[in-house]
C-alpha cells in the first residue's frame, strides 16, 4: 500500500528530471555524494535535514514543502517497521492533540460510553419510547426494577428520575459491567490510565501464547490480538490478587477489555460462530470506559424468578429473551474471560460446559413468565415484547406467544398494550417486514 505514496525520493527524482539536471552535476553543485542522491531518489535511504536544505536552495524550491515530506516519510518509515508503529502513532496524535499531561488524565480520554457495546436485544434505539411511555403512564419516583438488564441502556435512562435502581441480569459479564459502571467504592483513574497506557504499547510478538490465544487466535480473534487479550485478562487477575486493584478498579479494567475487544471480535455481534474469513489486523486500542456517578444503583447477579421473591419497588422493566437462543451461549468468550477459570471448550465454537440457561429460553418459558409478573412486589410492570415468532427459523421462534401474554398480564393488572416498528437484528434467515415492538403497561390489582 505505502508504494504508492508519493515519498521525498520520488519528489526530489521529479524536480531534477523537470529542471533537466543529470544526477553528477547536482552532486557536483551540492555537497551530497552521487551514490547517496542515488539511494535518496530511489528511496533507499533518507536525505538528513541538511541535504534537504542544500537541494532546495539548489533546485529553488520551497524547502518547507520538501521538510513536510521528509517528516512524514521518517513517520512512515517508522509506522511500518515496527510491530506496533501504527499504534504508536496514534498515541502520538492524541498526545499531540491533548498535550502530554492531560493525556495522561481520565478526564480528558476518549472512553466507552455505557450504549457502545453490541448485544443482541439491546434497547438502545426503543430507551427513549420505552421511558416516554412509563413516564406517562406512571406515578412514583422511588424503585425501578430491571431485572433481565442485558446491557443496562434501560436501566441507566431509569436513573435520571428514580431513587435507586435494582439491575441484575444471570451473566457474569454484565454483572461485572454493572459494578464498573455503577459501583460506589472508590477507584483511582490514574492508576487505571497508566496501566491502559502499558496495554496499549505491548509488543505481541514477545507475549507468549496462552489460553485465550491458543483457543481464540485466528478464529474469534485475530492471533497476535488474541495473545494481548489473554495477557492483559491474566495481567489483571494477578494485580487483583496482588491487592493492586480494589474490587472496582478490577471490574473497570474487565468492562474496560470488554468494551475494547467487542470491536475487534470476527463475529456479526456474539459468539455462536466466527466468520470464517481472514482476520484483519487492527491495533488493540484499549480505552477505558466512562462511569456513572450514580449513587442509588443494587446490583444482583441471580435467576430472576428467585430475586423477584426477594426485592420490591415501583416498577419493574421486564426484557427477558424469547426464543431458544441462550444468552450465555451467545457469549460465551466473555463469560470465560471474566470468571477465568480457563475451562475445557468444546465444538467449533469452543463453548464451555453449559451453565446459567435460562428457562426463558425453554418449553417453560410462559409459565416462568407467569410465576415472574405474579411474584414481583411493584405497583407497575413494563414489558417488552416483539413479534418474532411469525418467523420461519425455529431458533428464533418465541417461546411466549402475544396471546399467551396479554392474557398473563390481564389476569394480573389493567393492561395498556403499545407498539412501534424497528428493525432488528436477523442471521438472514428470517424476513420480518412486520416486525413490532411492543410494550405492555400493566398496573397491578391490588391482592
Ligand atoms: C433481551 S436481553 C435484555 C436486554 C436489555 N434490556 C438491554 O437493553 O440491553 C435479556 C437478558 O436476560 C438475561 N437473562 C436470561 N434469563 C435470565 C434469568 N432467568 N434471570 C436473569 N437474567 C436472565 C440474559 O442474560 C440477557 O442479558
Known amino acids: 500500500m505505502l508504494d504508492t505514496i508519493i515519498s521525498i525520493g520520488d519528489t526530489l527524482k521529479e524536480i531534477r528530471e523537470t ?44 524547502e518547507n514543502d520538501l ?41 480528558n ?14 434497547k438502545a434505539k426503543l430507551t427513549d419510547w420505552i421511558m416516554e411511555i412509563i413516564e406517562s403512564e406512571t406515578e412514583g419516583n422511588g424503585t425501578f426494577i430491571d431485572i ?17 435502581i435494582i439491575l441484575n441480569d444471570i451473566l457474569y459479564s454484565n454483572n ?26 505491548l509488543n505481541p510478538k514477545s507475549i507468549r501464547e496462552n489460553y485465550f490465544s ?9 492471533k497476535e490480538i488474541s495473545k494481548q487479550i ?35 471480535a470476527n463475529t456479526v455481534g456474539h459468539f455462536d460462530a466466527y466468520i470464517k474469513k481472514p482476520i484483519t489486523k487492527r491495533p488493540l486500542n484499549f480505552r477505558l470506559i466512562e462511569t456513572s456517578d450514580f449513587k442509588g444503583a443494587k446490583i444482583y447477579q441471580e435467576d430472576a424468578n428467585e430475586l423477584a421473591r426477594n426485592i420490591k419497588g415501583d416498577i419493574a422493566y421486564i426484557d427477558p429473551p424469547y426464543n431458544s437462543r441462550q444468552y450465555s451461549r451467545f457469549y460465551h468468550i466473555y463469560e470465560n474471560l471474566v470468571q477465568w477459570k480457563k475451562p475445557k471448550l468444546y465444538g467449533v465454537a469452543l463453548k464451555p460446559e453449559p451453565e446459567n440457561m435460562s428457562k426463558y429460553c425453554t418449553v417453560e418459558a410462559k409459565d416462568t413468565f407467569k410465576d415472574l409478573v405474579e411474584n414481583l412486589d411493584v405497583k407497575y410492570l413494563a414489558v417488552s415484547y416483539n413479534n418474532t415468532y411469525k418467523s420461519k427459523s425455529k431458533s428464533s421462534a418465541n417461546k411466549i406467544k402475544y ?3 396479554v392474557e398473563i398480564l390481564q389476569n394480573i393488572g389493567e393492561t395498556k398494550i403499545f407498539e412501534q416498528s424497528h428493525t432488528f437484528f436477523n442471521t438472514g434467515k428470517t424476513e420480518f417486514n412486520d416486525h413490532k415492538e411492543f410494550l405492555f403497561l400493566t398496573k397491578k390489582y391490588d391482592k
Open 109 to 122: 480520554q476518549e472512553k466507552f460510553q455505557l450504549q457502545s457495546r453490541r448485544y443482541i436485544g439491546n
Open 176 to 201: 461485572i459491567t454493572y459494578q464498573a459502571f455503577y459501583g460506589t467504592l472508590k477507584w483511582n483513574s490514574s492508576k487505571l490510565v497508566e496501566l491502559a497506557n502499558e496495554y496499549n504499547t
Open 403 to 405: 396471546e399467551e401474554i
Open 19 to 62: 529542471k533537466g539536471f543529470h544526477l553528477q552535476e547536482v552532486a557536483d553543485k551540492t555537497s551530497i555524494n552521487y551514490t547517496s542522491l542515488s539511494r535518496i531518489e530511489t528511496g533507499k535511504r533518507l536525505p538528513t535535514k541538511i541535504q534537504v536544505q542544500s537541494l532546495a536552495e539548489f533546485y529553488s524550491y520551497s
Open 230 to 264: 489473554g495477557f492483559i485478562r491474566q495481567d489483571i487477575e494477578k494485580k487483583k490478587q496482588n491487592n493492586e486493584l480494589n474490587s472496582r478498579e478490577y471490574a473497570i479494567l474487565l468492562t474496560s477489555l470488554i468494551y475494547t475487544i467487542d470491536r475487534l
Open 67 to 107: 521538510i513536510r515530506q521528509l517528516i512524514s516519510d521518517k513517520i512512515i518509515y517508522e509506522v511500518q517497521n515496527e510491530d506496533l508503529g501504527l499504534e504508536g502513532f496514534h498515541l502520538a496524535e492524541q498526545k499531540l492533540k491533548y498535550g502530554l499531561n492531560l493525556f495522561n488524565d481520565y478526564k
Open 214 to 222: 491458543k483457543n481464540f487466535g485466528g478464529k474469534f480473534y485475530e
Open 148 to 164: 433481565f438488564s442485558g446491557t443496562s441502556i434501560v436501566a441507566k435512562s431509569a436513573m435520571e428520575k428514580y431513587k435507586t
